[in-house]
């Protein structure tokens, strides 16, 4: 569960901020095309959060057992939970600040800093998750008894 909690929720996450800033970019691509590549970097930083996903995916896919802890499956549904909405929030955040930060660089270029400073804050909040979920994965075969049946 934790697996497919982590990659399913990360990748709505990045797929909505793709899909939001992308409108803003196709806006505004009309006006202006010089600006086509330059405006291209929060769909790039919404496709890294499915990247986060997949890592703490393959995480958790490594330490499944036939026979585990219910501690230990708890930790890894934990940190399934922790990337994916921990994403899929920042991918909202990307894809909202990236179609109003690209509509208002084309109408002022110096604005291009500020959102990309908003964009980076908004990926760390994934970055945060991925975090988080790495360090229950290293605790969660700490300490624990085997299952006996």
């Given amino acids: 569960m934790g697996c497919s909690t982590a990659v399913v929720l990360s990748v709505m996450g990045a797929a909505y901020g793709i899909a939001k ?6 806006a505004v691509s009309v006006f202006r095309p010089d600006m086509i590549m330059k405006n291209m ?17 393959v ?3 490594n330490d499944l057992r036939e026979k585990s802890a219910l501690h230990t499956n708890f930790m890894q ?29 084309a109408q002022q270029p ?17 970055l945060y998750g991925v975090i988080i979920a790495l360090m ?4 969660s075969q700490q300490n624990v008894t085997k299952c006996q049946f």
């Fill in 41 to 57: 970097m929060p769909p790039i930083l919404a496709g890294i959060l499915s990247i986060y996903g997949l890592v703490v995916g």
């Fill in 110 to 126: 110096r604005l291009f800093v500020g959102m990309m400073l908003m964009l980076i804050f908004a990926e760390v909040l994934g």
């Fill in 136 to 139: 229950m994965l290293s605790q």
């Fill in 77 to 105: 549904l934990a940190a399934g939970l922790s990337c994916g909405l921990c994403c899929l929030s920042a991918g909202f955040c990307i894809g909202i600040v990236g179609d109003a930060g690209v509509r208002g660089t």
């Fill in 21 to 26: 800033s992308s409108i803003g970019i196709s």
């Fill in 59 to 61: 995480m958790i896919t």
